[in-house]
């Protein structure tokens, strides 16, 4: 049994892996920087790695756990004046009820991470900002600009709502059991205006979809439901690009042009 999980054993079916390098621990407390009255809710909390430190800055936190054994271990560990356990899957938790405000931290699952960073988002007019330990495959994905492999339709309905940064890499040594996979810290601040709204992001968010189904193919072929080439020559964009040449501004400006003129993709 590894001292790291201190007699827990990993559960693959929540994607446990457990952060111990105190260095990695004490750059994302640092980069997370909580004040004393901070609301700060913090998901996956596991063995406590950085529950305790952030304790040490802040006179309460959230965390929001699904494993019983954990959930047991916490609450034993520090008293509810202190800590706040809110038991269940953070994919379905309502984090609007924490606070008004409020700071995110966590080393997320990376089988669910996907998902629970669209359910996030659907919070971010109440976040001040966001930390999270994730594959370092999908960072790369959420901060890709236009014109490389990594771009798509993650990372454009993330960069819609925050401004993000990729703050370090860490290696799958610095976790008990160890990923298959390198990691990466990343972070997350909401826009307080945002740069281009849309008019219905759900439009958006299908337009993405589309676009990037076949990224090999060119806009006129993967969004020929949606406009025909006059139309994407008015809007500054050439058919003959491939998906990941256009920009969020330009996007956004195509899935406004498509509620202002009611289009529908072809079913």
């Given at each position: 049994m590894s001292q790291a999980t201190h007699g827990h054993v990993a559960r693959k079916r929540f994607g446990q892996n457990f952060l111990n390098n105190p260095q990695v621990i004490d750059d994302i407390v640092n980069a997370v920087n909580p004040q004393a009255d901070s609301v700060v809710v913090e998901i996956g909390p596991g063995?406590?790695?950085?529950?305790?430190?952030?304790?040490?800055?802040?006179?309460?936190?959230?965390?929001?756990?699904?494993?019983?054994?954990?959930?047991?271990?916490?609450?034993?560990?520090?008293?509810?004046?202190?800590?706040?356990?809110?038991?269940?899957?953070?994919?379905?938790?309502?984090?609007?009820?924490?606070?008004?405000?409020?700071?995110?931290?966590?080393?997320?699952?990376?089988?669910?991470?996907?998902?629970?960073?669209?359910?996030?988002?659907t919070f971010a007019d109440q976040v001040e900002d966001m930390h999270f330990m994730l594959q370092k495959e999908v960072v790369e994905r959420m901060v890709a600009e236009p014109g490389c492999a990594d771009y798509g339709r993650l990372g454009l309905m993330l960069q819609y709502y925050f401004s993000m940064e990729k703050l370090l890499d860490v290696p799958p040594g610095c976790f008990s059991p160890p990923p298959k996979v390198d990691s990466a810290v990343v972070r997350l601040i909401p826009y307080q205006t945002l740069p281009y709204p849309a008019q219905d992001v759900a439009v958006l968010s299908q337009l993405l979809t589309e676009a990037f189904s076949q990224r090999r193919k060119t806009i006129r072929?993967?969004?020929?439901?949606?406009?025909?080439?006059?139309?994407?020559?008015?809007?500054?964009?050439?058919?003959?690009?491939?998906?990941?040449n256009l920009t969020l501004a330009q996007y956004v400006a195509l899935a406004n042009f498509a509620v202002d003129h009611g289009h529908k993709p072809n079913k």
């Open positions: 063995l406590g790695a950085l529950t305790e430190p952030l304790l040490q800055r802040v006179t309460h936190l959230h965390v929001v756990e699904l494993d019983r054994d954990l959930i047991a271990r916490l609450r034993k560990r520090w008293p509810a004046e202190r800590l706040t356990v809110h038991e269940g899957d953070a994919l379905r938790f309502d984090f609007g009820t924490i606070a008004p405000r409020y700071k995110i931290v966590g080393n997320l699952p990376y089988n669910i991470s996907t998902p629970l960073l669209f359910h996030l988002a072929n993967t969004l020929r439901g949606w406009f025909d080439e006059t139309t994407l020559v008015n809007q500054g964009i050439d058919p003959s690009w491939r998906p990941e």
